[in-house]
């Protein structure tokens, strides 16, 4: 069971190059496409002349070159960072050998968690520590532009999207995704706190988006719609699970993800614990024991 993205428009690029998506967007494009990247990160640029820099990318030179012979002539006054996977935060590093501008984010790396007391795992840029933490509903105002701070936990503890309040978009982070749904691997992937915060962008009037991975999404209303239609089914396949006997999520992800290569089934098994431990929290399902990431590697 999949879910169709068909309100984006295509994306067309060449790595290294600069695009103008709209009057104060542009974006780079890092060479580091894969099965979770997409075609790769998508830097973004917003303003002209003083601008902020949102996810820098992964620690790849090539890339942080290609953004600073883009900005030739102007000035990076903000760094704005989603959250701290390896593929958005890293770029900070070496980008601060030619800027001295500020990086904002939510946090360090399971910031969101750490406030509840639980621990997570080193899967992340575990360096990255901003100059500034931003919390939901803040404005950082630059040069010709302002962005408001909307704290969209779930994908990671830390995650935090930024809308351009001047062109009513949104940037999404790996939040809502222009190509896929985003997985949600605890314990700092929570399934939970993924489902309000897509409740929380039906209540917001962002035109469109721009995600990390992928393009444009318009109409993005109803696509976050559809994320969380695919959530409840992903849940009901587990309580058909459930009910025939199947109790190990090693056995669960062949039956919930046919047609699926095989190498992804790490990353499924994962987001079919993260249902498993909502669907536990609301009593909706239960265990011997807490879920863990462990349950993963039982016997099928």
């Known amino acids: 069971m999949s879910v169709t993205i068909p309100y984006v428009r295509d994306l067309e690029f060449e790595y290294g190059q600069v ?4 009057p104060l967007v542009r974006r780079v494009i890092a060479k580091n496409a894969s099965a979770f990247t ?14 902020a820099v949102v996810d820098p990318g992964p620690a790849d030179e ?44 939510y ?31 803040d404005v950082i105002e ?7 701070c909307v704290h969209t936990p779930g994908h990671t503890s830390n995650h935090i999207c930024f809308a351009l309040r001047e062109e009513q978009a949104l940037f999404s982070g790996d939040h809502v995704m222009g190509w896929s749904t985003s997985i949600v691997s605890p314990p700092d992937g929570d399934m939970g706190d993924y489902l309000r915060s897509l409740n929380k962008l039906l209540c ?28 409840r089914a992903r849940d009901a396949q587990i309580l ?17 993800y046919q047609g699926v290569a095989t190498k992804l089934y790490p990353a499924a098994a994962r987001s079919v614990l993260a249902h498993l431990v909502e669907m536990v929290a609301d009593g909706r399902a239960t265990c011997s024991g807490e879920p863990s990431v462990e349950a993963i590697f039982g016997p099928g």
């Not at 695009?19 to 709209?22: C, V």
Request: aromatic residues 6%.
């Open 19 to 22: 695009d103008a998506l709209s």
């Open 38 to 51: 997409f075609h790769g990160t998508g830097t973004y640029i917003i303003g002209h002349g003083e601008v």
């Open 62 to 105: 090539e890339h942080v070159a290609a953004l600073l012979k883009a900005l030739e002539g102007e000035t990076i006054t903000h760094v704005l960072v989603t959250h701290t996977h390896t593929d958005h935060s890293p770029g900070c590093r070496i980008l601060a050998r030619s800027t001295d501008a500020p990086t904002y984010a």
């Open 107 to 137: 946090g360090p790396h399971g910031a969101g968690k750490a406030e509840q007391g639980i621990v997570v795992e080193e899967g992340g840029d575990m360096e990255f520590v901003p100059d500034v933490e931003v919390r939901d509903g």
């Open 142 to 148: 630059g040069n010709g532009w302002s962005v408001e």
């Open 204 to 231: 917001r009037e962002d035109e469109c988006y721009w995600p990390t991975h992928g393009p444009r999404i318009e109409q993005p209303r109803r696509l976050v719609r559809a994320f969380i239609e695919h959530r």
């Open 240 to 256: 058909t699970c459930l009910n025939d006997g199947v109790t190990k999520i090693t056995a669960m992800v062949p039956l919930m």
